[in-house]
């Protein structure tokens, strides 16, 4: 990637998993972008990929470095440059690498890792779903905190760094959720500043329709074991956030519907009270729910038993230009950001979150981390930059996820997978790594 404006670093962390699949090599690429000569004051750390069938995610991150290295549009390079004069960036653009493979390969409904453990439900057993434990449920949270080796990874990259900001990208919802996801009765002891961060970016960047507050209260059910409270509670991460970035159009109406009542002091339509009602009790698993709220249905559910066009329209656009539009709207908002805490412009009270009051949080530190550096590239050869040009969700030289599943079988056998699109371009990063090293 060129970034002549920046200094652009790639490592890689690797472990062994240690479960259903053991012995096998986990790699997670470590991106890290500042400003030449001057790091910034503040540090943000992005998560993106972590659910492996929200393929939006990643791309977005894709596309947050390239405007850091300042191919973004032209107002976004502004932005971009100014942030990076007070923050400084550790990115993480695919923390489920496996997962992600075996959808690229047509599992369009996969959300776990390789041991079927959803990796958002892993960060610890401070609070955790013992329900759900060693079943074959998308929302599994495995055999115990921290028993997967990309949940591991990402509590010790946390863990060094001590960031300012942690943001945990997704897709499948609408919404920018601050902790916790655990309960909607607990707020954390900075919810006022958390939530005036939040207010100008749906402004600006949804017209006022992207609901945001307790994540708990956002989504309609409870998120026991994710990231953010982890990075919350236990690192004392002041700036901490779950946002949701897609979600498909038949769906969507209820996230709007949420924020239009929110603004207007008033309670939501009937519709939208059914819809996360559902969501709560988890009655879509149980398929009582209406056709309105189809594309809501993977709660509780096998992933091997949802279907894959279902799963592909909930998480992801269906085009190139609606993909270009999603990534480069949410790279600004992560601009924004960053931005707003470097310049100081969080309140400390503000317009009321979605969720009553609650307590501060705790601070502890966890083990060290197992990392393989990389080597520091300041405007990197031209010659990768071809690698970063197609979309992996559109890549028509792709295998797996150029099709929509509407238009290509779903591939069951995933032991030889292709590596496409965002996968092939960091393998084109490290291979320059090795050879300028």
């Known amino acids: 990637m060129n970034c002549p404006n920046a200094d652009f670093q790639l490592s890689t962390r690797s472990a062994v998993n240690g479960g259903e699949s053991a012995g096998q090599q986990i790699e997670i690429d470590v991106i890290r972008v500042s400003k030449k000569g001057s790091p910034g004051g503040k540090k943000a750390f992005l998560v993106f990929g972590e659910h492996a069938r929200e393929l939006i995610s990643p791309e977005t991150g894709l596309q947050f470095m390239k405007t850091l290295c300042g191919q973004g549009s032209g107002e976004q390079r502004e932005l971009a440059e100014r942030v990076l004069g007070g923050t400084s960036f550790v990115i993480l653009p695919n923390v489920n690498p496996l997962g992600r493979q075996r959808v690229e390969a047509g599992e369009f409904c996969k959300r776990t890792n390789e041991d079927g453990v959803d990796l958002n439900r892993n960060f610890g057993d401070q609070h955790r779903d013992t329900k759900r434990a060693n079943t074959d449920d998308e929302m ?67 017209a006022g329709d992207c609901p945001y507050g307790g994540l708990a209260d956002m989504i309609g059910y409870k998120s026991i074991g994710c990231d953010i409270d982890y990075v919350k509670e236990q690192l004392n991460v002041p700036y901490a956030f779950t946002w949701e970035i897609y979600i498909g159009p038949s769906a969507r109406q209820f996230y709007v519907e949420k924020a239009r009542a929110h603004r207007e002091n008033r309670e939501m339509n009937e519709d939208a009270q059914q819809f996360f009602f559902g969501n709560g009790l988890n009655l ?87 990392i393989t550096d990389g080597s520091t590239m300041s405007g990197a050869d031209p010659k990768l930059q071809d690698s970063f040009q197609g979309y992996a969700l559109f890549n028509p030289n792709g295998a797996g996820s150029n099709a929509s599943p509407s238009s290509k079988e779903v591939q069951q056998d995933a032991n030889i997978l292709p590596k496409v699109g965002f996968l092939s371009a960091f393998d084109s990063l490290k291979r320059w790594s090795e050879e300028h090293q």
């Open 140 to 206: 599994n949270p495995g055999p115990y905190g921290f028993s997967e080796p990309e949940s591991q990874m990402i509590r010790d990259a946390v863990t060094e760094e001590k960031p300012d900001i942690f943001v945990s990208i997704h897709s499948g919802a609408y919404f920018m959720g601050t902790p916790f996801g655990y309960t909607d009765n607990t707020e954390p002891n900075n919810e006022d500043e958390l939530v005036s961060l939040l207010a100008p970016i749906s402004d600006k960047y949804c």
């Open 284 to 370: 879509l698993q149980q398929r009582v729910a209406t056709t309105k709220f189809r594309s809501h249905a993977h709660m509780m559910t096998p992933e091997s038993k949802e279907k894959p066009s279902d799963c592909f329209e909930q998480f992801n656009p269906e085009s190139q230009a609606e993909t270009e539009e999603v990534t480069e709207k949410w790279t600004g908002a992560l601009l924004t950001l960053c931005d707003e805490v470097a310049a100081g412009k969080a309140q400390t009270s503000s317009s009321p979150a979605f969720q009553p009051d609650g307590s501060s949080v705790a601070n502890t530190v966890n083990s060290p981390a197992n």
